[in-house]
């Protein structure tokens, strides 16, 4: 178990939905980062927040926005879905947020759209 | 811009034999390397990295890695798997002021017995 928790485990929607992952850090952590992985995309980095701001932002569509609260949780929302966003979502976290910190991975949402 | 190279997407081996998964970066800047694996249906586990100092780091499970800067290489060994480390492996790079993790495109290690 490496602490960080990720809700829900599975989640069936249907295109043109919004939909809302949640994932809590690790105790004491302060930076949290969300991955999509995908069969044709492979492991995908879509941003990362350092205590509640935004610090740095990778391959994320217009249609996702995601966010860090003041306890640190965060949450990934993806809009208006297609077919194509289905995916598994990591969310990860680490004490910093600097490159040579270890990262602790949760088990990931499976979000299947139809 | 930094990037992974997985040589590999499938490595069947015999159980108790040697293996080595490879992986080749590129990156333009000083770069920390990570290989995590992936059982089924879970999430990422952080094997070994190399930060700086020697260039062979050894991990958990038995696993070790050389990095190489010359041929700028980070190729993961193990000298006898097990069924159980079955899963998917995945190379990862960083260098950058944050977090970001580049990954590989993984190699599934397959362990027969």
């Known amino acids: 178990d490496s602490g960080v928790t990720q809700t829900p485990k599975h989640l069936i929607t249907a295109t043109g939905q919004r939909v809302t992952l949640r994932c809590s850090p690790r105790?004491?952590?302060?930076?949290v980062y969300w991955y999509q992985q995908s069969l044709d995309q492979g492991l995908q980095f879509l941003i990362q927040?350092?205590?509640?701001?935004?610090?740095a932002k990778g391959n994320i569509l217009e249609r996702f926005s995601a966010q860090q609260f003041p306890d640190l949780h965060s949450e990934l929302n993806l809009s208006s879905l297609e077919l194509g966003d289905s995916a598994l979502y990591f969310c990860?976290?680490?004490?910093?947020?600097?490159?040579?910190?270890?990262?602790?991975f949760g088990q990931g949402t499976r979000l299947t759209v139809v | 811009a930094q990037s992974v190279t997985q040589l590999d997407s499938q490595v069947p081996v015999f159980e108790e034999a040697p293996v080595e998964l490879r992986c080749n970066y590129s990156?333009?800047?000083?770069?920390?390397l990570f290989w995590y694996v992936q059982y089924p249906n879970q999430g990422l586990q952080l094997l070994l990295k190399y930060l700086s100092g020697s260039t062979l780091v050894k991990g958990i499970n038995g696993f070790e890695a050389e990095f190489n800067k010359s041929q700028t290489s980070f190729h993961l060994r193990k000298p006898s798997v097990h069924i159980s480390d079955t899963a998917e492996y995945f190379c990862a790079v960083s260098g950058d002021s944050s977090y970001k993790l580049i990954f590989g495109s993984g190699t599934r290690l397959l362990v027969r017995p």
């Open positions: 105790s004491g952590d302060l930076s």
């Open positions: 927040y350092y205590n509640g701001e935004e610090r």
């Open positions: 990860a976290s680490s004490v910093e947020g600097r490159a040579n910190t270890e990262a602790f």
């Open positions: 990156s333009s800047v000083s770069v920390y």
